[in-house]
């Protein structure tokens, strides 16, 4: 299903991740996920690395993300 945002010449926008916010640096309607490579509308994206400056699809691909940068969180 696709979005308002996308269409046949829906693009990829550039973000500047923030705490708990995000800034549209070039204008598009998705991003794609750093794990994943799946498109994320703009309007469902939730997670992302402000140290990294990534979006992430879902929790999960976070928090695999988290565990390749410190594998030592994979012991606790």
């Known amino acids: ?3 308002r945002f996308e269409g ?3 693009k990829e926008a550039r973000i500047r991740y923030l ?3 995000f800034q ?3 204008p598009g309607s998705f991003v794609r996920c750093a ?3 799946e498109r994320i509308p703009l309007d469902e994206l939730k997670y992302w690395s402000v140290l990294r400056q990534e979006p992430y699809l879902n929790a999960a691909a976070s928090l695999q993300r988290e565990i390749e940068a410190d594998p030592g969180l994979r012991k606790r």
Request: no cysteine.
């Open 1 to 3: 299903m696709m979005n």
């Open 35 to 37: 794990v994943t490579g």
């Open 8 to 10: 046949p010449g829906a």
């Open 24 to 26: 549209v640096t070039s």
């Open 19 to 21: 705490d708990g916010d």
